[in-house]
């Protein structure tokens, strides 16, 4: 299946979950996820669409990497599947700045900005 074909599904599916989706263009550097997808409740997650069976080009996967280290959520999805996929797994964990590990709906509210570890997860 096409790329685009991949991604228009992904927008149509994100935004009929109530989420919103932008298109990425890192400024003077490659390898950016193709789309940011915003969904509520603070959880963010970055898509980098492929056609079916193929992979991210090495520059792609190193940046995915930097990212994935800072914790953010990057996911390569190739298949109508694995954009459903996307929606139907469980929150992502956070590294919280003060120190804990958050979860996006956790007891604080907003567990991507937790202000204390106290606040975090369990």
Known sequence: MREIVIERYLVEL??????????VRWVGRKGAPDRVVMMPGAQLIWVETKATG???????????????????RVEVVDS???????????????????????LVGCRSGNGAYCKREEEACL
């Open 54 to 72: 193929e992979q991210p080009e090495p520059h792609q996967a190193r940046e995915h990497e930097r990212m994935r280290r800072m914790g953010q």
């Open 14 to 23: 994100a935004r009929a979950k109530g989420g919103e989706v932008r298109k």
């Open 80 to 102: 109508f599947a694995r954009v459903d996929a996307l929606f139907s797994s469980a929150p992502h964990p956070i590294q919280c700045g003060y120190g804990g590990v958050c």
